[in-house]
């Protein structure tokens, strides 16, 4: 069965320093791995996907994540941290097959002015 | 706006009642997921369907059900309900399957009381 960890259930971060937001994934064969956000009463929002290719994937708001064979993560980072960027961060991945797409518990984002 | 569109955006029932929740899925787009969102649970999946069939399944329970239409609209119907089926009910779509790599799109949900 495949499975997402984010081991960090909220991360504080001050405005303007980078952030960091952890993701481990584990899954049989190759990974197809995913970033969502979660603000308030909102639906979840698509940031950024992993699919092939290049190890380090841009996304929407100035967000990254880096893919990582070897530690199995996939991370989700952004240089320059903004108050608005304060919201819940999902990971996601799929192997394919019958087991769709399975989400992490979320990361609350919390950036302090 | 993702242009998954969900119906009713909330909804208060009590136990033991049936409820219907409603999804259009973005233009073009042939799979319909559906998925709760709980305090405790987190974001669980519960089904899939790709063209009209159901493709995965995942912690759905006996009493949820789900299909597919003809026009790709999807329902979720979810039955004798009980108190700790209150939760937020999310609808995504996506062009085909994950394994493409294809991005899913949700909505803004469904929310669940049940009183």
């Known amino acids: 069965a495949q499975s997402v960890a984010q081991p960090e259930d909220q991360v504080n971060v001050a405005e303007g320093n980078p952030l960091t937001v952890k993701c481990t994934y584990s899954v049989s064969g190759n990974p197809y791995l995913f970033w969502y956000v979660q603000y308030p009463n909102r639906g979840l929002q698509f940031l950024l996907k992993y699919i092939t290719g290049d190890n380090l994937v841009k996304g929407s708001y100035g967000f990254e994540a880096e893919f990582n064979k070897s530690q199995t993560s996939f991370h989700l980072k952004k240089p320059s941290a903004l108050v608005s960027d304060s919201a819940l961060y999902f990971c996601a991945v799929t192997g394919g097959g019958a087991d769709g797409l399975t989400f992490g518990k979320g990361t609350h984002l919390i950036i302090q002015p | 706006d993702s242009g998954v569109t969900q119906t009713p955006k909330h909804l208060i029932t009590a136990t033991g009642q049936r409820v219907t929740l409603r999804c259009s899925p973005r233009?073009?787009?042939?799979?319909v997921y559906w998925y709760q969102q709980s305090l405790d649970q987190g974001l669980q999946f519960l089904i899939q369907?790709?063209?009209?069939?159901?493709?995965a399944k995942g912690n759905i329970l006996e009493r949820f059900s789900a299909q597919q239409f003809p026009d790709l609209h999807s329902e979720l119907n979810l039955s004798s309900l009980e108190l700790g089926d209150s939760a937020l009910y999310f609808c995504?779509?996506?062009?085909?399957?994950?394994?493409?790599?294809?991005?899913?799109?949700f909505g803004e949900g469904s929310w669940l009381t049940v009183v």
């Open positions: 995504a779509s996506s062009v085909g399957d994950p394994p493409d790599g294809n991005t899913i799109y």
């Open positions: 369907y790709y063209n009209g069939e159901e493709r």
């Open positions: 233009s073009g787009d042939l799979s």
